[in-house]
């Protein structure tokens, strides 16, 4: 991957795992020289554990202004209106990869969403900024909800 000059977005990479990149943007600055905190759900992607030695590279990411999001749950079709929660949701979150499995909070429990598709207009990304960008969110792999339609006597 090719590095952008000035502020950019660090990649993450360990040993063989099936993902073999990830981005984020950095929140702080506060780690000690020659460490990086990740979060939880990071290191699992990642296949990492405390003290692994990662390779960050600086890139510059676009916007991610479609999504594509796969449910790994089997109750997904029963949510009253996910493109409210996912609203809500996609705060936690600053940069999706595609590949990536994502945590959603929904109703007392975690439900995994695999990103698919990152997208920039007409333009597929492996990966993009989402954070304070209007985001449209599509869903596939899902049942459609049929409309509720008179009953014949």
Known sequence: EEGGEG????K?????????????????????????????????????????VVELTWVRLKEGAQITLRPRTKDFDNWANPQAVMESELKYYSALTVGSTIKIDYKDAHHAMEVV?????????????????????????????????????
């Open 117 to 153: 598709a990152v997208q920039n207009g007409e333009e597929q990304l492996d990966g993009g900024n989402i954070q304070d960008v209007n985001v449209a969110v599509d869903f596939t792999g899902v049942k459609k909800k049929k409309g509720k339609g008179k009953k014949k006597d």
């Open 7 to 10: 502020e950019g977005k660090p």
């Open 12 to 52: 993450k990479r360990s040993r063989p795992a099936t993902l073999e990149k990830l981005y984020c943007h950095v929140l702080d600055w506060q780690a000690p020289r020659n460490y990086v905190f990740v979060p939880k759900w990071m290191m699992k992607t990642l296949r990492l554990k405390p003290r692994d």
